[in-house]
């Protein structure tokens, strides 16, 4: 069966390692699909000069341009749609979007965070994990719906706390996995395999 290939927008605000494996299992055919565009809030972003060496148009769009919240996010959804993008990824994108923005990409949109969700949304989920003592943190891909970190799940990967670890030591390990599971969740979603219903994420089994 052919496919057509799955127009992906990413949105990053920093480092851009998780950019990085998705450019990858694009480039490798894991991921049956084209990454657009790549935005950012913040000029300086490591994930646009990635970007950029990987021949993927990308713009900052910074929030300082523009008076209100909905502009910032207006001009955002103008240069997804422009580009014909029907999956949003955001990867690190440091940014609340607003149920006016995730209303034009209803479950269409990604994200993934340094935890096993429920446990520890928001900031600094790796600190969270370490203060709180849990033996098992991980990392969840998921839906975005309009509150913080708490959409539908896709997939979750199980990573062991040791009793050694620093911060840093620990969402190393996460990010290790990360760089797994979001190109996974994404081929997933280009092979039209994932549906919603309510909280949950049904996969279809696949044709191997
Ligand atoms: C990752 O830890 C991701 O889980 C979180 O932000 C970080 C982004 O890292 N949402 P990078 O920019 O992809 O390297």
Redesign the pocket.
């Known amino acids: 069966m052919i496919l057509s290939k799955l127009s992906i927008g990413v949105l990053?605000s920093?480092?851009?390692?998780?950019?990085a494996s998705i450019i990858k299992a694009v480039e490798d055919g894991t991921i049956q699909g084209k990454i657009e565009i790549v935005l950012s809030d913040n000029p300086k972003a490591q994930?646009l000069q990635r970007a950029k060496e990987a021949g993927i148009p990308a713009e900052a769009v910074s929030r300082d341009q523009f008076k209100t919240k909905r502009e910032f996010e207006t001009a955002l959804i103008r240069a997804l749609k422009e580009r014909g993008v029907e999956l949003v990824v955001l990867?690190?994108f440091m940014r609340l979007l607003s149920p006016y923005f995730i209303e034009q990409f209803p479950g269409r949109i990604m994200?993934?965070?340094?935890s096993l969700l429920p446990s520890f949304p928001g900031l600094a989920a790796q600190k969270q994990a370490l203060d709180y003592g849990v033996r098992y943190s991980g990392?969840t891909v998921h839906f975005v719906d309009q509150g913080m970190d708490t959409g539908p799940i896709i997939l979750q990967a199980v990573v062991p706390v040791l009793p050694t670890d620093t911060e840093e030591d620990l969402?190393e390990r996460?990010?290790e996995q990360?760089h797994k599971l979001y190109p996974k969740a994404i081929a997933l979603y280009a092979e039209g395999r994932l549906s919603i219903e309510g909280r949950r994420v049904i996969i279809k089994e696949g044709d191997k």
Do not use: K, M, V
Request: one cysteine or more; glycine letters at 16%; a neutral charge.
């Open positions: 990053a920093g480092r851009g390692s998780n950019l994930a990867a690190g994200n993934i965070h340094p990392c969402a996460i990010l990360e």
